[in-house]
């Protein structure tokens, strides 16, 4: 990895790409710690300390911690990953959607712009449920009023836009996607009060000890397990037919088609997580009396019940399938081989060949979902059955994130390094 970012940086267009991508970063970290007026964020990270182990810790590590602080960039990426799933799952709904993303690069700029106004007033929603929240701490805001909540408002919703834009920067100027450089950029922010806060919070002494070796067990276990799971492939032998080219043969060689085991990356964990936190910002936003119906059900499905895990890990499932379905198409990949002349062993061209690849591709993107949604609710029942050991609830999917998205960084990276030192057959 290492020397693969040394040799990027020695080419001037990947080396502008990486300082681009990460002086967004800086300004997006800079963004996490500007106050927003009306706020006292003292008292709220002081509750904060108190909610261990809570979805709002999840929201928060989202955050980069801003959230705890009530800063500018509170709601971080959650309404931009939000808006873009619903986008996703109404272009697969509704048919005049699907026509207009197939339109090519016009259809997807409408796309793209429909996303960022669903962007704008999904951030709007929440701001307003993470101020109805705010409201119910005593002391948190020193002004109640009724132009107070709009600027608080605002300034929530202006920077929901801004962290889309910085995103959008990095997709177009940078290297990576900017959703998943940003939720890494978090996430590294926030990991070492979270080891503190699993270590220094048990009592005992030997509690701490054991918890502090069993915290780098688990930490060295979930990366090495991630790096084999995404470089895990199932490879289908190709067999290309020769032909002849004026006085030339070519074609007759064997190759395969590599098919890894996790295609879709960390983008499945993070589009469940925003999913299972939508009625935690419900409940920020209506704020239920204890003991009526509505305050049953938010906390049957919360973060402390089982059917929180068992909704998250179903929800990683679907949406490997469902990330697969948009990324990869089975009968485009059995075209291009029919037509290159190539066959799958064992199988006939065309629609037999789609076949096979889709049902290749349904066993392996199911055994890579079911070990990722295991390692990500392996920690949440962990705390659930210890609950001093609440902060590693989201360790192990905060620990997904940030190895698949540095993985997929370094592959980029590699990516067009190769597109660069790649001579073609005319030299």
Same mark, same amino acid.
């Given at each position: 990895?290492?020397?693969?970012?040394?040799?990027?940086?020695?080419?001037?267009?990947?080396?502008?790409?990486?300082?681009?991508?990460?002086?967004?970063?800086?300004?997006?970290?800079?963004?996490?710690?500007?106050?927003?007026?009306?706020?006292?964020?003292?008292?709220?990270?002081?509750?904060?300390?108190?909610?261990?182990?809570?979805? +709002?810790?999840?929201?928060?590590?989202?955050?980069?911690?801003?959230?705890?602080?009530?800063?500018?960039?509170?709601?971080?990426?959650?309404?931009? $990953?939000?808006?873009?799933?619903?986008?996703?799952?109404?272009?697969?709904?509704?048919?005049?959607? !699907?026509?207009?993303?197939?339109?090519? !690069?016009?259809?997807?700029?409408?796309? !793209?712009?429909?996303?960022?106004?669903?962007?704008?007033?999904?951030?709007?929603?929440?701001?307003?449920?993470?101020? #109805?929240?705010?409201?119910?701490?005593?002391?948190? @805001?020193?002004?109640?009023?009724?132009? #107070?909540?709009?600027?608080?408002?605002? %300034?929530?919703?202006?920077?929901?836009?801004?962290?889309?834009?910085?995103?959008?920067?990095?997709?177009?100027?940078?290297?990576?996607?900017?959703?998943?450089?940003?939720?890494?950029?978090?996430?590294?922010?926030?990991?070492?009060? /979270?080891?503190?806060?699993?270590?220094?919070?048990?009592?005992?002494?030997?509690?701490?000890?054991?918890?502090?070796?069993? %915290? #780098?067990? +688990?930490?060295?276990?979930?990366?090495?397990?991630?790096?084999?799971?995404? !470089?895990?492939?199932?490879?289908?032998?190709?067999?290309?037919? =020769?032909?002849?080219?004026?006085? =030339?043969?070519?074609?007759?060689?064997?190759?395969?088609?590599?098919? =890894?085991?996790?295609?879709?990356?960390?983008?499945?964990?993070?589009?469940?997580?925003?999913?299972?936190?939508?009625?935690?910002? @419900?409940?920020?936003?209506?704020?239920?009396?204890?003991?009526?119906?509505?305050?049953?059900?938010?906390?049957?499905?919360?973060?402390?019940?089982?059917?929180?895990? $068992?909704?998250? *890990?179903?929800?990683?499932?679907?949406?490997?399938?469902?990330?697969?379905?948009?990324?990869?198409?089975?009968?485009?990949?059995?075209?291009?081989? =029919?037509?290159?002349?190539?066959?799958?062993?064992? $199988?006939? &061209?065309?629609?037999?060949?789609?076949?096979?690849?889709?049902?290749?591709?349904?066993?392996?993107?199911?055994?890579?979902?079911?070990?990722?949604?295991?390692? #990500?609710? @392996? &920690? /949440?029942? @962990?705390?659930?059955?210890?609950?001093?050991?609440?902060?590693?609830? *989201?360790?192990?999917?905060?620990?997904? $994130?940030?190895?698949?998205?540095?993985?997929?960084?370094?592959?980029?990276?590699?990516?067009?390094? /190769?597109?660069?030192?790649?001579?073609?057959?005319?030299?």
């Amino acid at each position: 990895m290492f020397t693969t970012l040394k040799n990027a940086w020695k080419v001037a267009e990947l080396r502008q790409k990486m300082l681009f991508t990460v002086i967004i970063l800086v300004l997006f970290r800079l963004g996490s710690v500007i106050p927003v007026p009306y706020f006292d964020s003292g008292i709220l990270q002081a509750t904060f300390q108190s909610a261990e182990g809570s979805v +709002f810790q999840y929201l928060n590590i989202l955050s980069g911690e801003a959230f705890a602080r009530g800063t500018l960039f509170a709601l971080s990426v959650s309404p931009y $990953i939000t808006a873009q799933i619903i986008m996703q799952l109404l272009t697969i709904a509704i048919p005049a959607l !699907e026509r207009i993303a197939k339109e090519g !690069e016009t259809g997807r700029r409408k796309i !793209e712009t429909w996303t960022r106004y669903f962007t704008v007033v999904l951030a709007v929603v929440t701001a307003y449920g993470y101020y #109805a929240w705010l409201r119910s701490i005593d002391g948190v @805001l020193t002004d109640r009023g009724f132009f #107070a909540g709009l600027v608080i408002v605002a %300034t929530y919703t202006a920077g929901a836009a801004l962290v889309m834009w910085l995103a959008e920067k990095i997709n177009e100027h940078g290297i990576g996607n900017g959703i998943s450089m940003i939720l890494f950029a978090n996430i590294v922010a926030g990991l070492p009060s /979270m080891i503190l806060g699993i270590v220094l919070n048990p009592e005992s002494l030997i509690f701490k000890i054991v918890a502090a070796v069993l %915290t #780098a067990v +688990f930490v060295i276990a979930i990366v090495a397990f991630v790096v084999f799971v995404t !470089e895990s492939e199932r490879r289908i032998p190709v067999q290309y037919a =020769k032909k002849v080219v004026g006085r =030339k043969m070519y074609g007759g060689q064997s190759s395969s088609l590599p098919i =890894k085991l996790n295609m879709s990356g960390v983008m499945p964990i993070i589009f469940a997580q925003s999913i299972v936190s939508i009625p935690a910002t @419900l409940q920020l936003i209506f704020r239920p009396e204890a003991g009526t119906v509505w305050y049953k059900i938010f906390n049957a499905i919360g973060y402390t019940s089982p059917i929180y895990a $068992i909704v998250l *890990f179903i929800l990683i499932i679907a949406f490997a399938y469902f990330y697969l379905a948009i990324s990869f198409n089975p009968v485009e990949v059995a075209n291009n081989i =029919k037509n290159n002349g190539g066959v799958v062993l064992g $199988i006939r &061209p065309g629609k037999p060949t789609a076949d096979y690849i889709a049902k290749i591709l349904s066993r392996v993107t199911l055994i890579g979902a079911i070990f990722l949604g295991l390692i #990500a609710i @392996l &920690p /949440m029942v @962990l705390a659930m059955v210890v609950p001093s050991l609440g902060n590693i609830s *989201f360790g192990g999917t905060s620990l997904l $994130i940030v190895v698949g998205v540095a993985l997929e960084f370094v592959r980029e990276i590699e990516s067009q390094l /190769m597109m660069r030192n790649y001579k073609g057959f005319l030299d």
